[in-house]
């Protein structure tokens, strides 16, 4: 339940000159927007918001048929189903600005802040209470535990592993598609004493894991992927398996990113709300409606911003607005821990592409 990555145009840097690095690369002429790749924090024009506003009206004005809304929304799973059995694992690349965006995933185990100890859930079922011991016992005796929502193939999973080797480091990687989670467990770097991946749909089923045990969740472009009616009750389980002083990060589609805009008639579901080409959903955020959200069940903000690039094709002289939003939320600490500090803006791909959106690629228009 995951996004992906078209690959913009990119030309190889010098061996002998550093390139800028994204939070430094500012468009100020104009005239040198073919000079590179791409463009951090570049503004939409007036006359760029106009279009923006215009496409969004043609995409209300041409909805999905009304008979065909609910083939997409009873059994969402089955469409990323097919997704990952026509893909396999060749569709997404490995997150190249995953710990510059979140550096707190290179942290070293005795560099995590401490928190309370685990606890249960009291009004879990015996089958629930069950599948908890069960799942649990997979990290047993690990001091540092991340869950990532949606892992389709692996692509932050084996990164965060192969950066922590410690073997206090322990991932749990869930997606609603078994095809993925299957391509996870049978990867390479898959050892069931690090990595625990397992199927589930956080919009409908438990996550099996014990409440204030996580330190960390990852949710990268995840909820986009539910229902606007459903993200409510998923951020609601997940925040009650966060430790206190854990965080949650996500990072997912901005409001008006060119995978919005570019949509073709007849995908409009409701506002914000769309299907791709390949009948997989996806919704576009707002800063203050991911803030609501967060807020909602007890988080503090640590950050919240878009993530606006200019992405430059220069072999044909084309440029492409690009909106992330990118989000750290932390659950208040009962215990005393390192709060962490708002993180500046920072990328280390040079083609200044975000390798996780699916939405742009051509197949899924």
């Known amino acids: ?201 956080i919009s409908r089923d438990n996550v099996g894991l014990p409440a204030n045990s996580l330190d960390m969740i990852i949710l990268i472009f995840v909820l986009s992927a539910l229902h606007p009616a459903e993200m409510d009750k998923a951020v609601a389980k997940l925040v009650k398996c966060l430790k206190p002083g854990g965080q949650l990060v996500l990072r997912d589609y901005g409001r008006h990113d060119l995978a919005q805009l570019r949509l073709k008639k007849g995908r409009y579901l409701q506002e914000n709300f769309y299907i791709r080409g390949d009948g997989t959903r996806v919704y576009f955020y707002d800063r203050d409606e991911a803030r609501s959200l967060m807020e909602k069940h007890g988080l503090v903000e640590v950050q919240n911003k878009y993530d606006r690039r200019l992405i430059v094709n220069r072999a044909k002289c084309v440029t492409m607005q690009r909106v992330w939003l990118q989000c750290k939320y932390q659950k208040p600490a009962t215990t005393t821990t390192n709060n962490p500090q708002p993180t500046q803006h920072g990328d280390d791909d040079d083609d200044g592409d975000d390798d996780d959106d699916k939405g742009t690629q051509a197949q899924h228009q």
């Open 1 to 201: 339940m995951e996004g992906g990555g078209d690959d913009a145009s990119s030309t190889p840097s010098s061996s002998t000159q550093k390139r800028p690095q994204f939070g430094s690369r500012y468009l100020k002429e104009e005239s040198d927007v073919f000079s590179h790749n791409a463009w951090d924090d570049v503004q939409s024009t007036p006359e760029q918001e106009a279009e923006a506003q215009r496409l969004v009206q043609f995409h209300r004005d041409h909805p999905v048929p009304e008979e065909e809304r609910d083939k997409y929304n009873e059994d969402p799973g089955s469409f990323w189903e097919k997704f990952y059995s026509t893909h396999d694992n060749k569709f997404f690349k490995d997150r190249k600005w995953l710990f510059t965006e979140f550096p707190e995933l290179k942290l070293h185990c005795d560099e995590w802040p401490t928190a309370d100890a685990v606890s249960g859930d009291a009004h879990a079922s015996p089958e629930a209470e069950h599948v908890v011991e069960e799942r649990w016992l997979a990290s047993k005796g690990s001091r540092v535990r991340v869950l990532e929502v949606g892992c389709g193939a692996g692509n932050t999973v084996f990164p965060m592993l192969q950066n922590n080797p410690d073997k206090d480091f322990f991932v749990y990687a869930c997606d609603y598609a078994p095809t993925a989670v299957s391509i996870v467990q049978n990867h390479d770097l898959y050892e069931p004493s690090r990595c625990n991946a397992f199927v589930c749909d």
